[in-house]
C-alpha cells in the first residue's frame, strides 16, 4: 500500500468516526469553528508575511485595542479573511465553485487594501514573479482556471488528498491576481473540502518551508507529492482535534501526556508531527484526548 494510500484511509476512517460524533452536536461543532477562525486568519496571513501574532489577530476580531501601532494593511487583511473564512464556513455547501465565486471571495479579501484590484484577475500588463517563478500571462488565467476546475470536478472518484493538493498547486502556479493569491488559494480548498463533506484544514505558518518546498517541487516537476503530504497532515489534524471535543475527551498538551505515561516527550512530538498519534496543534501548542 502506498504512503499516500495509508494517509487517505487514515483520513476516511477519521471522517467515519468524525460523522458518528457529531450527532446531536451541532452547537459544538460551531463553536469548533468559530473558535478557529483567528488560527486560520493568523496562519494564513503569516505566510504571506503578516506581522500580528495569534494574541494580536485574536484581539483584532475581537475589537480589543493592541499594544502596539499596526498599519491599516494588517488590520484590514485580518478582518477581511476572517469573514472570508466564515463566509465559506457557512456557504460552501450551497454554491459551487466557480470563476465568478473566486472573484467575489478576493474582492471580499482585497476590499479598502487595495480596491483597484479586488475581486478581478490580472490584466493587461500585470505580471507577477515569485521567487524565480513568473506567472503566466494574464490572458491564460481564464482558461487555466477553468481547466483546473474542470478537472476537479471531472476527479471526483479519486482521492481527495490528492485533487486538493493539485488544484491548490495548480492555482497558486497560475497566481491569477496582482495580490491576496495564498489566501484565496488556502480559502478555495477548504471551500472545496467543506463542499465535499471533509473538514477545514489549517496550513501553518510553522510548516511554511515545506509549503514553499512543494510549490517549488510542482514548478520545477509537476509533482504533488510534497503537497498530497501537507494536506494529508493538515486533514489528520483538523479531524484529531475535533473528536477530542466530540467524543468528550479531557484535552492536555503532550507534555503532560508524557509525564503521565512516561513516554518521551520528543518522542511524542515527532509522532505528533507525522500525524501518527491523534494529537493535534491548537494555538501553537500540541495537545491530545484522553479518556
Known amino acids: 500500500m502506498t ?21 446531536g452536536k451541532e452547537s459544538l461543532i460551531v463553536l469548533i469553528s468559530e473558535a478557529e477562525v483567528a ?3 493568523y496562519n ?28 491599516e494593511r494588517e488590520l484590514f487583511e485580518a478582518k477581511n479573511l476572517a469573514r472570508v473564512v466564515t463566509y465559506i464556513d457557512h456557504k460552501a455547501k450551497e454554491l459551487e465553485l466557480t470563476l465568478p ?11 479598502n487594501i487595495r480596491d ?28 487555466r482556471l477553468s481547466k483546473m476546475l474542470a478537472e476537479y470536478n471531472a476527479s471526483s472518484h479519486e482521492n481527495i488528498i490528492k485533487r486538493i493538493a493539485k488544484l491548490h498547486l495548480t492555482f497558486e502556479h497560475t497566481h491569477p491576481f496582482v495580490d491576496g493569491n495564498g489566501r484565496i488559494g488556502r480559502v478555495t480548498n477548504n471551500f ?15 510548516d511554511r518551508q515545506k509549503y514553499y518546498e ?34 468528550g475527551k479531557k484535552n ?25 498519534i491523534e494529537a493535534f496543534l491548537e494555538k501553537g501548542v500540541w495537545k491530545i484526548g484522553t479518556k
Open 101 to 111: 465565486v473566486i472573484l467575489s471571495l478576493h474582492k471580499m479579501l482585497i476590499l
Open 214 to 247: 512543494a510549490f517549488r517541487e510542482f514548478d520545477g516537476k509537476g509533482a504533488t507529492t510534497i503537497m498530497e503530504e501537507i494536506v494529508g497532515k493538515a486533514l489528520a489534524n483538523s479531524y484529531h482535534k475535533r473528536l477530542a471535543y466530540l467524543e
Open 252 to 276: 492536555i498538551t503532550l507534555r503532560e501526556y508524557a509525564k503521565v505515561k512516561k513516554l518521551s516527550h520528543s518522542g511524542l512530538i515527532n509522532k505528533a508531527n507525522r500525524q501518527t
Open 3 to 23: 504512503k499516500i494510500l495509508k494517509v487517505y484511509n487514515q483520513i476516511q476512517s477519521l471522517r467515519n468516526r468524525y460523522y458518528q460524533a457529531a450527532i
Open 39 to 41: 488560527e486560520q486568519v
Open 44 to 71: 494564513s496571513n503569516a505566510i504571506e508575511n503578516s506581522t500580528l501574532t495569534l494574541e494580536e489577530t485574536e484581539k483584532i476580531l475581537l475589537q480589543i485595542d493592541l499594544d502596539r501601532y499596526i498599519n
Open 192 to 206: 472545496l473540502l467543506i463542499r465535499e463533506g471533509f473538514v477545514p484544514i489549517n496550513i501553518k505558518f510553522i
Open 116 to 143: 483597484d484590484i479586488a475581486g478581478r484577475f490580472r490584466n493587461a500588463n500585470e505580471y507577477v514573479r515569485v521567487g524565480s517563478h513568473i506567472a503566466p500571462a494574464p490572458q491564460e488565467i481564464t482558461k
